[in-house]
């Protein structure tokens, strides 16, 4: 037993005597994503798309975190193929930000961004 508590001793003496690290301060701060969020509430929108411009608009909400209800009943109307323009943009946002899109009847969009998941079933 003498030995043991000898050697351990030696070892924690060993310890002692290592330079410790010294640590760097940091310019940096990591924040998790949850706590830039200082409610804790999700936004959700109701918008009405009237044409291609209104894209940049529904793209800036989504960029900041919003759901959105985009009614697209009168531009089906007035112009389909400006209305596949649209969703075609939208759909490049959402691919590259990993949000998501599904069509509900043939007049709304719900449009989520990436912390919301459309499940279809």
């Known amino acids: 037993m003498a030995l043991k508590d000898i050697v351990k001793r030696d070892a924690e003496k060993q310890k002692e005597a290592m330079p410790q690290p010294i640590e760097e301060e940091s310019d940096f701060l990591e924040i998790s994503a949850d706590a830039t969020e200082e409610t804790g ?28 209800f985009l009614k697209i009943r009168d531009l089906r ?29 043939e007049d709304f969009l719900v449009i989520t961004p990436r912390f919301a998941t459309v499940y279809r079933g």
Not at 55 to 66: A, F, N, P, S
Not at 77 to 105: M, P, Q
């Open 41 to 68: 509430k999700i936004g959700v929108k109701i918008e009405t798309l009237n044409g291609y411009a209104d894209t940049d608009r529904v793209q800036e909400m989504l960029r900041g975190g919003t759901i959105i």
């Open 77 to 105: 109307a007035k112009d389909s193929a400006e209305l596949k323009r649209s969703v075609e943009k939208l759909k490049k946002t959402l691919k590259a930000n990993d949000g998501d899109i599904v069509g509900i009847d």
